[in-house]
């Protein structure tokens, strides 16, 4: 019997920040796990600088610019603790993603999960929202050598699917998976996560902190120009219909070999 062929389009996603709004999780468990060591000046303007990367190599940059004694397992072990209390109760898909990956997995096109959290992370925040029923392949940065912006993540993701890299399009939220995602050689969508300064000053994340800024925030730009396909407005100006006919559009004319307008 010969081998199935390669699939002629994937998708793969990254999770938090692009599919989920978990960022607050994420941020609010660091600032838990951090107190706990005697670090209470832990802001979002600090989490900020690691969203896109993995958990375990953002622990291990904390641990040393803390000076904490603990282990990265350890540390490891209690963020993932803690997110996992938060993110069984207050974790929001966002509602054009939810209706982009129903109407890929009605249309067949295969599709991954190739995120930088836990795999235990990844399967709760599936199993709280109901995309595992849709997402039932899932790769974290734990299963591979390199996280983000090395290509590790994603090849691997390609690889479960049988698929070549060249077939592949990634949807990104922050610059090291853009990175990440060209390394592979894949195209990418770039939905940037963008904060919004006009909300509640009190509330972390979205809703109310200030945007990033600074040579980082200038050099993200940078990256996320050179994704295939922007939404600079990030979630509020993604379109699932959009997105679609894009992909419709490269399918038409041969995914591996056109370059999408």
């Known amino acids: 019997m010969s081998p199935a062929p390669a699939p002629a389009l994937c998708v ?80 929001e898909v966002f509602p054009e993603m939810r209706v982009l990956v129903e109407r890929l997995h009605k249309e067949g096109i295969p599709m991954a999960v190739a995120s930088g959290s836990s795999r235990a992370a990844i399967e709760a925040t599936l199993a709280v929202t109901g995309l595992d029923a849709f997402l039932p392949l899932h790769v974290s940065a734990e299963e591979v050598a390199r996280g983000k912006p090395e290509p590790d993540v994603f090849l691997e993701a390609a690889r479960r699917l049988g698929a070549e890299p060249a077939a592949c399009v990634v949807l990104e939220d922050a610059a090291p998976g853009v990175r990440a995602a060209h390394a592979a050689g894949m195209r990418c969508v770039a939905v940037p996560y963008v904060t919004d300064a006009a909300g509640d000053a009190d509330i972390p994340g979205p809703r109310g902190a200030p945007a990033p800024s600074g040579p980082e925030a200038v050099a993200d730009e940078a990256v996320f120009r050179r994704a295939d396909l922007l939404f600079p407005g990030g979630q509020a100006e993604f379109k699932a219909a959009v997105l679609l006919e894009w992909l419709a559009a490269g399918r038409e004319r041969g995914f591996r070999t056109a370059e999408l307008a």
């Open 12 to 91: 793969l996603l990254d999770l938090d920040g692009t599919l989920v709004d978990s960022e607050p999780n994420y941020y609010e468990a660091g600032r838990r796990l951090l107190a706990r060591y005697g670090v209470t000046d832990f802001g979002w303007d600090d989490h900020t600088r690691f969203i896109g990367i993995s958990t375990r190599e953002t622990l291990t940059v904390l641990r040393e610019e803390y000076g904490i004694e603990a282990s990265v397992e350890e540390l490891l072990a209690g963020k993932n603790a803690l997110y996992l209390e938060l993110a069984g109760t207050s974790t």
